[in-house]
């Protein structure tokens, strides 16, 4: 039988903790864990040794007691599927708490045949006529409202010319606010309201794959083409897959859950999220409800925009907490390649919310670095 060609190889970037005696057999041994999982003198097919057994590439000591380790898997093992790039990464690997997955490099194959956002920065940019500026977003809450009050709180935000309207990633299927039920409240309310701009409302998809699947059929017929998904939640392989099933629609990644790992930021929402189809993300901004650092914040970002073999931009979407008063700073940090996600602190203007929403966007249109 003909051997395959060689493909190229997954590069994992870890950060352990060990001290410097023990590195080099800690690094094997998360090589092996990734790959075969077995001892190597029980190894005996010469394919499996040279093309599956994972490779220690580099290790570099980074600090005292923390070591970054390089080790290269092969690309076979993963096929076509996301949930199985995760589990070769850093799947039996992530239950040993001095390890980090802070990194990968993918062949430029692989992430090519994930495909990426298929409508990205400049996609979100085109659906509301935004031309080269930030982008603004907002978020209806509290879950518990029904959907007559959301499509109400919608329409005040549409007045006030909001690029996007999202729900609260609490809202799902709930009794008090079923999903068909919302959206077609919310959708009808802003067709009404046409004229007033080119706002986008963007649901929440929940449950399972076939749920979800129903949830998009009821979106795209109410004239919806922006959801929002928890990537965590549903899966990466259901992500990517309703992704590819769905070219026309944009999808908007939550971070939810995606702190409960220890895989860096910038690679999980930044990168991988945007291999997988999104096509912007949505991550927690420094100084706000959590513990990122500006330098967090940036290399996600980065990543999120940076050329990344050929794959199209994802917005990065900063947000938890922020303030109108904070604009001019995040503006200045970001640039404007952004969506700016200000949820709360708009909705504390309760009757005046259109009036503090056009003042939001008036702010963020007329940035200039």
Not at 24 to 52: G, W
Request: charged share 20%; aromatic share 6%; hydrophobic share 45%.
């Amino acid at each position: 039988m003909p051997i395959a060609p060689v493909r190229p190889r997954i590069e994992a970037i870890y950060h352990v903790r060990s001290d410097a005696p023990g590195i080099e057999a800690r690094a094997l041994a998360i090589a092996v864990e990734q790959s075969v999982e077995m001892p190597l003198a029980a190894v005996t097919d010469d394919f499996v040794r040279s093309r599956i057994v994972g490779h220690v590439e580099a290790v570099t000591e980074k600090a005292r007691g923390l070591f970054e380790v390089r080790i290269s898997l092969a690309s076979e093992t993963v096929g076509d599927d996301p949930g199985q790039l995760i589990n070769m990464l850093f799947g039996n690997t992530s239950l040993h708490e001095d390890v980090v997955l802070h990194d990968v490099e993918l062949p430029a194959e692989l992430a090519g045949q994930f495909g990426g956002p298929r409508h990205g920065l400049a996609g979100l940019r085109e659906r509301v006529g935004a031309g080269r500026r930030a982008l603004t977003c907002s978020a209806l809450k509290p879950q518990g409202l029904p959907p007559a009050t959301l499509a109400h709180l919608a329409e005040r935000f549409a007045r006030g010319g909001i690029d996007f309207i999202k729900d609260d990633h609490g809202l799902a299927d709930q009794a008090y606010s079923p999903f068909a039920a919302r959206v077609d409240a919310i959708a009808s309310a802003l067709h009404r309201l046409a004229l007033v701009g080119t706002t986008r409302y963007v649901p929440s998809l929940s449950g399972d794959l076939d749920r979800m699947r129903g949830q998009l059929s009821a979106a795209a017929a109410a004239g919806v083409d922006t959801v929002m998904i928890a990537p965590m939640i549903a899966g990466l392989a259901n992500f990517h897959r309703l992704v590819r099933e769905h070219p026309g629609i944009a999808f908007v990644a939550h971070p939810t859950m995606g702190g409960a790992a220890r895989i860096a930021p910038a690679l999980l929402l930044g990168k991988l999220f945007r291999c997988l189809g999104a096509d912007a993300v949505i991550f927690p901004n420094h100084g706000g409800r959590f513990g990122y650092s500006p330098d967090i914040c940036r290399a996600i970002a980065s990543t999120a925009l940076g050329q990344w073999h050929g794959l199209n931009a994802c917005v990065p979407v900063p947000a938890g907490g922020m303030t109108t008063d904070r604009l001019r700073e995040m503006l200045d940090f970001y640039g404007v390649d952004v969506m700016l996600l200000i949820g709360g602190a708009l909705l504390e203007a309760g009757d005046r919310l259109a009036e503090a929403t056009r003042s939001f966007v008036a702010t963020v249109q007329a940035y200039r670095a």
